[in-house]
């Protein structure tokens, strides 16, 4: 049983960087088996599907968001992070982080193998 937990600030103030953590038990994020994704879903809509990255380590970004998202792993400690730059109050959030046995973008609950609790991000002021 794969477990994921996301840990990171619940504040952040507009224009700075918010980093998030996804902890992962129960599988490494260097197995074939798994694609390590971050999702978010704003206050009132749907759940947006912003990066992937694969056991290789390559990584996939959202158009949307390419040019302000960065996602990186930490092998030793089973790890994944997410960076998104230049915060607004638009990006406040339920962010999770999700695995899934193949590769793909999708945002759905059931497109996800696994997914954390998800943690509440507030930009704001």
């Known amino acids: 049983q794969v477990q994921l937990q996301e840990s990171g600030p619940g504040l952040v103030k507009p224009s700075q960087a918010l980093s998030l953590t996804c902890t992962v038990s129960?599988?490494?994020?260097?197995?074939?088996?798994?694609?390590w994704s971050w999702i978010r879903q704003p206050p009132g809509k749907g759940l947006e599907w912003m990066t992937t990255v694969a056991y290789s380590g390559s990584a996939y970004y959202s158009p949307s968001l390419k040019s302000r998202t960065s996602i990186s792993r930490d092998t030793s400690k089973n790890q994944f992070t997410l960076q998104l730059s230049s915060v607004t109050p638009e990006d406040t959030a339920v962010y999770y982080c999700?695995?899934?046995?193949?590769?793909?973008?999708?945002?759905?609950?059931?497109?996800?193998?696994?997914w954390g609790q998800g943690t509440q991000v507030t930009v704001s002021s």
């Open positions: 999700a695995a899934r046995t193949d590769l793909g973008m999708g945002s759905a609950r059931t497109f996800y193998d696994y």
């Open positions: 129960g599988a490494s994020i260097t197995t074939t088996a798994y694609y």
